[in-house]
């Protein structure tokens, strides 16, 4: 008690001696300034370090709180600088998809005015069979827009497919690549006729296989243009197939056989066209005499078949 009595005394003294302090410097500031500049001087040396240690404080206050203000206008500037990397990726990555696919249908326009005695539709594929190649596709345009079966499909350049299916809104497509697809072909510049035959396993290697050409004079080479015949009975002529790429002679030294690279990318598909007309395919007349022969064949067998059974009574049906 007598400690805390002594303590509070000191503050009162001390409150006292600078309130003293302070009006005589009130009273030294109402005097003759030449009696009172010796004060003034000390007050100056004493007071001067106080107030540039007061001004550096503040000035450090002042600095520090500027380098928070700039710190969160940079954090600000790069929030607002990484949306606007993003909108540019985005918008760019749409410029790169819209040029691509101006470029696909600009090349699409050149293969409809290549074949620009047919009538065609254009269609994107919207499904296709599992695996790498567009062997067996869907394509987004059907009977409502004048498609039918046996119609022929075309895109980079030549040709796809045939259609094999067909639904209001939608049709199937077989790629000639498909192991089940045949096309009677022709070599561009001699006529000579052969078969475009598909197979999956040699697609792979970038090839279809060329079969039964009829080349007795030698007149046919590697790269030499390979487009559909005038005899298929289902595909339209002239249409571009590929180009031979490697061409052998048969064991019976009749016909050749060999590979030709086709000029569709059947692995990118994405747009196609549609010839919106048929073949007019008649069958000749030898097509027509072999025919009939063969079936007359067929029905003096079964009837030599059926005589056979009635003479002999162990025959029968299980």
């Not at 595909?235 to 030294?253: A, M, Q, R, T, V």
Request: hydrophobic share 35%; net charge negative.
């Amino acid at each position: 008690m007598k400690k805390n009595a002594n303590e509070n005394l000191k503050n009162k003294y001390l409150l006292i001696g600078l309130s003293v302090f302070c009006v005589l410097l009130i009273g030294l500031s109402f005097m003759n300034s030449d009696s009172v500049a010796p004060v003034k001087q000390i007050t100056g040396y004493l007071v001067t370090p106080v107030q540039k240690g007061i001004n550096s404080f503040g000035s450090w206050l002042s600095g520090l709180t500027d380098n928070f203000e700039d710190a969160e206008t940079l954090r600000e500037e790069n929030a607002s600088l990484k949306e606007q990397v993003a909108t540019l990726t985005e918008e760019n990555s749409l410029l790169v998809q819209e040029h691509e696919e101006l470029e696909r249908l600009r090349e699409l326009y050149d293969l409809d005015e290549q074949y620009s005695s047919y009538e065609k539709v254009g269609a994107n594929i919207i499904a296709k069979e599992s695996g790498n190649w567009f062997n067996i596709f869907t394509i987004d345009k059907g009977s409502n827009d004048g498609i039918e079966v046996d119609m022929n499909v075309i895109a980079d350049g030549g040709l796809v497919g045939i259609v094999t299916e067909v639904g209001t809104n939608w049709a199937t497509v077989r790629a000639i690549i498909d192991d089940e697809s045949n096309v009677s072909a022709m070599v561009s510049n001699t006529s000579d006729q052969c078969v475009i035959a598909g197979d999956l396993t040699l697609i792979d290697e970038g090839s279809l296989e060329l079969s039964r050409l009829t080349d007795t004079e030698n007149a046919v080479h590697v790269g030499d243009k390979v487009v559909t015949s005038y005899i298929s009975e289902k595909y339209l002529p002239g249409i571009l197939i590929g180009y031979i790429s490697e061409l052998n002679n048969d064991s019976n030294n009749l016909t050749k056989s060999g590979y030709v690279t086709p000029v569709v990318d059947f692995r990118h598909l994405q747009e196609v066209l549609v010839i919106l007309e048929l073949k007019d395919y008649t069958p000749s007349a030898s097509s027509e005499s072999e025919s009939s022969t063969e079936d007359e064949s067929q029905m003096e067998d079964e009837s030599e078949t059926e005589t056979e059974s009635e003479t002999d009574p162990g025959s029968g049906t299980e």
